[in-house]
């Protein structure tokens, strides 16, 4: 399959259903499977970030046969095609969600909660470390950890 835009661009973001990405991944030269085609129904599905393990048992509930490797390679094929990203929290596995609902996480190191942040929070961020440094930001990828309104103010008290 070949290469599309990274994720963010609008060709890469321009699908609202399964077939449209299928549509997508046929015109990158790949194919619609049936077990592609369950795997980004469970995707669509989502309430959130899934691991792969998640993602993997979820696609086997609907088809026990989907061998785990066909589903990581189903994520790559994905992720290269800008349809979904994977987020890291912390220590834990890798969470894939689509791209289109892809944002930034703040992660609070005392008690685990995970915030999803705005990307608009991250615009001046951004736009300074590419003047200064010439470096473009991805506040997917990443959670930032730091501690909770509810944690600092408890360490406060303490």
Do not use: W
Request: hydrophobic share 40%; net charge negative; proline share 4%.
């Amino acid at each position: 399959m070949s290469k599309a835009p990274p994720p963010g661009t609008s060709e890469a973001m321009a699908f609202s259903t399964v077939d449209d990405v299928l549509a997508l991944v046929r015109a990158r030269g790949g194919r619609s499977t049936s077990s592609r085609r369950i795997l980004l129904e469970v995707l669509f599905d989502a309430d959130g970030h899934m691991t792969a393990d998640e993602l993997a048992a979820a696609v086997q509930l609907r088809a026990p046969d989907v061998h785990l490797s066909t589903i990581y390679r189903n994520l790559d094929d994905l992720q290269h095609l800008g349809v979904i990203v994977h987020a890291h929290f912390g220590h834990g596995p890798a969470t894939y969600e689509l791209a289109s609902l892809a944002h930034a996480h703040f992660m609070c190191e005392e008690c685990g909660t995970l915030i999803d942040a705005p990307d608009e929070m991250f615009t001046g961020l951004a736009r300074t470390v590419r003047r200064e440094l010439g470096f473009t930001i991805d506040p997917h990828h990443f959670a930032i950890l730091g501690r909770c309104a509810k944690c600092t103010a408890e360490a406060s008290e303490s």
